[in-house]
């Protein structure tokens, strides 16, 4: 078995010692650190595809956490991407964010003098902010015209956390924060306008999809179990055709993740953009079909009587928001438009 399989194997077999839903998810990311389980291969580098398998595992497990670990993961990717790999060493295991929201209230500014780096100002969407102890986050230099990354230690003088304005009650235990820097000492990492302009960009951005890949298949798991013969329970005409909507669109969906994981290896320097928004679309899609199929064929009994699947439900209808809809879509017709080739190779056999 290789390295790669046999992560995920323990990832999959601690994720199964796991009460769900948790309680606590910034506790059981620092678990999954402690025991190396953050480990995941890079994207690009062949193995992408574990990579996402070991995302969606957690996402099937729980989207916080999923969420939290996402980000942990993504970050020691960015860092080592951009050079910087040394900023997430430590004798303790260090939790990371990554915190590039570029809310219109809320910048960060960057004042470099000689050699040292600080950062001022407040950044919103900060997932795990009261539980994680460094991130990486976009910060603006004066008249910079793009952001640049910046690594920081969480727990030092001049950093606050607010949590007042987050009254989610899907993917609550993510907690995103508020956090307001005061002159705290920073990293540069990469040069400005790296954090967009790298291949992960778009390889990371995809991987997210994995973690909604993985809840969606956790839910419809319930749908499948309540069809199976096995439980007693007579045929069900309604919710037999349930799970055959629900096993189109998830089979299709990670067919694309699969297909768009090949494709990243094969081409890792290359723009993602196109590859990684149509995975997805294709997978947010998938995951409100899920929703939407499960609660009407099981009725509110697990909404109601299943603390898992209620918490599953919740967090994902939240999670997938993380697509940006419609604008996203235009983006795929926008870059295939610009193709003047005519006909698109994914459509035919």
């Keep these: 078995m290789n390295s790669h399989a046999s992560l995920i194997e323990r990832l999959t077999c601690q994720l199964g010692q796991l009460a769900v839903p948790l309680a606590c998810p910034s506790q059981e990311l620092r678990q999954l650190v402690e025991a190396r389980l953050d480990a995941l291969p890079l994207p690009g580098r062949g193995c992408t595809l574990e990579r996402w398998r070991a995302l969606a595992a957690v996402g099937a497990c729980d989207l916080s956490l999923a969420k939290l670990y996402e980000g942990h ?127 992960g960009f778009w390889q990371g951005g995809a991987g997210v999809a994995a973690c909604w890949l993985g809840c969606a298949a956790a839910l419809a798991q319930a749908l499948h179990r309540a069809c199976d013969p096995a439980s007693g329970r007579p045929p069900d005409a309604h919710r037999l055709a349930a799970l055959g909507r629900v096993d189109v669109q998830l089979a299709a969906a990670a067919a694309l993740v699969r297909e768009t994981a090949a494709w990243i290896d094969a081409h890792p320097q290359a723009d993602a953009q196109w590859m990684a928004l149509r995975a997805r679309q294709c997978v947010e899609a998938a995951a409100r079909q899920v929703l939407d199929e499960t609660t009407r064929a099981l009725g509110a009994t697990p909404l109601c009587r299943d603390a898992a699947f209620a918490r599953r439900a919740a967090d994902l209808s939240v999670f997938i928001r993380q697509s940006h809809a419609a604008r996203d879509d235009a983006a795929i017709g926008g870059q295939l438009a610009q193709r003047h080739t005519p006909g698109v190779p994914a459509w035919t056999l």
């Design 73 to 199: 993961t993504d970050a020691l990717a960015i860092l080592h991407e951009l050079g910087a790999a040394g900023h997430a060493e430590a004798d303790t295991p260090s939790t990371w964010a990554v915190w590039a929201a570029e809310a219109p209230s809320a910048r960060v500014r960057l004042h470099v003098d000689g050699g040292s780096a600080r950062i001022s100002g407040t950044k919103a969407w900060c997932s795990g902010a009261q539980d994680v102890s460094h991130a990486v986050l976009t910060a603006w230099a004066p008249d910079a015209e793009q952001p640049q990354l910046v690594a920081v230690a969480l727990r030092q003088p001049g950093v606050s956390i607010s949590t007042a304005a987050w009254q989610a009650v899907g993917m609550a235990a993510s907690a995103s924060a508020d956090v307001h820097f005061d002159e705290v000492p920073a990293r540069q990492v990469g040069a400005a306008g790296a954090y967009l302009a790298r291949p």
